[in-house]
């Protein structure tokens, strides 16, 4: 009989990053996989029992100032790209892949997996336990909403919310 196959215990060391920044935290409890492909730049903070799922085939990188709550998922099997000054909420999911549907002749846990990469733009803020779904761009200073479910590309500065994710206000100087 075969041992079943892991992707590891998540456990980690600086060492083993492409890039980590200065005055990174790591919490306790933060898991780690694939660290060889994850590029964090200065002062980003990862919330006690975050998971950052790298990809064996992609990065995931995140830039300086980024605050990341507590018991966040990101799998970069598509790739994240998190720019600078980007506050997450405890509890938000990133996901970059998708199982394809390949009709009913086949279970969809068998069906080929169909990537998109996720890029969040400096500035923005993500609500309490929002998702965000393969291949989406979320624009500079979008602000969006506890909960929400983010399926296609936000523009820069929008308030959205809802699930599906829609826009409610254009931010300005004005408010």
Known sequence: MTAPRSHGSGQFESSQ?????KGVIFEAGVLVFHPENIEIEDDVYVGHYAILKGYYKSKMQIMSGTWIG?????????GITIGRNVGIGPGVKIITSRHAEEGITKPILHSR????QVVIE???DIG???IILPGVRIGKGVQV???AVVVHDIPDYAVVAG???R????RSNDQ
């Open 17 to 21: 990053f492409a890039r980590l920044g």
């Open 70 to 78: 507590q018991q966040c998922f990101f799998h970069s099997a598509g």
């Open 113 to 116: 997996v169909e990537f998109g």
């Open 122 to 124: 400096d500035d923005a």
């Open 128 to 130: 309490v336990a929002a």
């Open 145 to 147: 909403g506890a909960g």
């Open 163 to 165: 699930v599906p994710a």
């Open 167 to 170: 826009v409610l206000r254009i």
